[in-house]
């Protein structure tokens, strides 16, 4: 079983959706991330957090350390959000990073 | 300021080939790494480096061998290219001057490498 889970794997929906991607991990966090990575391939950190909430623009990260879960929103989806969404976890017992697979996400016009 | 440059962009080996992938930062960051990215996988670590003149192992070093003479480069080498090294290859660097989040601050990615090896 892998440490860090996304789902769903792949998301498809319309433009202007409220979109929701979800991240669990089974092991003690100092923090999680999230982060974008473009068609192009160009990856871009999103969001470091390790407790409550936090946004910027649409983007909404959450997180629930007593379940080890966190959720990723976009709210009044764009086409230009279109990209793979990846969590990674940062192990407190030995600071490393922890990968999940990534969510691909597409958004229709 | 150009972050983090990866060169080159694509790559075609053929088995038993080498090659060396550079990356280049003008953040002053003291933490890099080299990652690999396969279908289907999260990323995985390959080398990664505390400050100028240390490296150490990640998660799959096997194969490939770094450098990190200045402190804004960090070499990844392939002595003798195997198909099983086809991948995109990122480079990734960040800071460790939040004293409170020494860990925790953000990485700043390359643009990737997308090595084929035949």
């Known amino acids: 079983k892998n440490e860090v889970e996304q789902s769903p794997q792949n998301l498809t929906a319309q433009e202007g959706e409220f979109i929701t991607i979800n991240c669990s991990y089974s092991?003690?966090?100092?923090?999680l991330h999230w982060l974008q990575q473009h068609p192009g391939g160009g990856i871009v950190s999103l969001f470091m957090?390790?407790?409550?909430?936090k946004k910027h623009g649409r983007l909404i990260a959450t997180i629930n350390i007593q379940e080890k879960h966190s959720s990723l929103h976009i709210t009044a989806s764009h086409p230009r959000d279109s990209a793979v969404y990846i969590c990674?976890?940062?192990?407190?017992?030995?600071?490393?990073?922890?990968w999940g697979a990534g969510t691909k996400l597409i958004i229709k016009p | 300021n150009a972050g983090v440059t990866q060169t080159p962009k694509f790559r075609v080996l053929k088995t038993g080939q080498s090659m060396t992938l550079l990356c280049a930062q003008d953040?002053?960051?003291?933490?890099m790494y080299w990652y690999r990215q396969d279908p289907g996988m999260g990323l995985r670590l390959i080398h990664y480096?505390?400050?100028?003149?240390?490296?150490a192992k990640g998660e799959v070093p096997d194969g490939y061998n770094v450098s990190r003479l200045k402190k804004q480069n960090f070499l990844l080498g392939l002595e003798s290219a195997a198909p099983s090294q086809t991948s995109v290859y990122f480079c990734?660097?960040?800071?460790?001057?939040?004293?409170?989040?020494?860990?925790?601050?953000?990485?700043?990615f390359g643009n990737g490498t997308r090595l084929t090896v035949t």
């Open positions: 953040m002053n960051h003291e933490y």
């Open positions: 990674a976890v940062r192990e407190d017992s030995n600071y490393q990073l922890i």
């Open positions: 092991v003690g966090i100092s923090a």
């Open positions: 480096s505390v400050g100028e003149g240390t490296t």
């Open positions: 990734a660097s960040r800071t460790d001057s939040y004293q409170s989040l020494k860990y925790n601050s953000p990485l700043h």
């Open positions: 957090l390790s407790s409550g909430k």
